[in-house]
């Protein structure tokens, strides 16, 4: 079955630590992305990639850097943690094409920082 | 700046109503108009989506209207249902340097009582 998938679900971690979240799917899209999800719901772009190599920085300024080495893993990393990172992380695909726009989202990595 | 304006931001609807949530934009390089529905604990999944050269698409109990000389987009829901209660986005989406970039609104959380 197709789908994304995001490790862990919850985490609580105190401050200073590093972290890394996962994220990795079986469709084969090119595009993927991590939103950061306020309490009250918006999303907010912060890291996207259109292939292997490829990373950009998103609409909001985020201290967490990622990678994409393989087409289907996506993974997120803070190096020094802090409470202000505490929120929903949203990891995203898609295949982009002219036919096709959709996301598929995982469900998601509750972070508290404390 | 925000280039979709969603509202209402909450919304209370008893069973067998027609909840409208509303969207707006600017920018009429947008060629997609999807929407995204998400449950607590999990992340948006694509609902039903437009393109700007239909004024309504119909998925089940689901509708889109497009007013494009307006740059406006709505979602209705018939026959509301308790299992509809979730929080629903709205998004545009531009193709921009060869590729997709999407903006999603501020989201609208949906209770429906029975």
């Known amino acids: 079955e197709a789908d994304i998938y995001q490790t862990p679900r919850y985490l609580v971690i105190g401050t200073g630590k590093k972290i890394t979240l996962e994220c990795s799917q079986t469709m084969g899209h090119d595009k993927m992305y991590w939103y950061q999800q306020d309490p009250g719901m918006e999303l907010h772009l912060i890291h996207y990639s259109y292939g292997v190599n490829s990373t950009e920085k998103g609409d909001l300024s985020s201290e967490s850097t990622v990678s994409r080495i393989r087409t289907e893993h996506f993974p997120l990393t803070l190096e020094s943690a802090r409470p202000s990172h505490t929120s929903q992380y949203l990891c995203?695909?898609?295949?982009?094409?002219?036919?096709?726009?959709?996301?598929?989202f995982g469900s998601g990595t509750r972070l508290t920082v404390v | 700046q925000q280039q979709v304006k969603q509202s209402p931001q909450s919304l209370i609807v008893q069973k067998g109503g027609i909840p409208i949530i509303n969207c707006a934009y600017e920018n009429t390089a947008f060629d997609y108009f999807p929407w995204y529905q998400q449950f607590p604990g999990k992340g948006p999944a694509l609902l039903i989506a437009?393109?700007?050269?239909?004024s309504e698409k119909k998925e089940g109990r689901f509708t889109i209207s497009f007013n494009k000389s307006a740059k406006q987009f709505s979602l209705h829901i018939m026959d509301s249902q308790p299992g509809d209660s979730a929080t629903y986005f709205c998004a545009a989406s531009s193709r921009s340097g060869g590729y997709q970039k999407v903006t999603f609104g501020t989201g609208t959380k949906l209770q429906v009582i029975p």
């Open positions: 995203a695909s898609s295949a982009g094409s002219k036919t096709n726009y959709g996301y598929t």
């Open positions: 437009i393109r700007p050269d239909v």
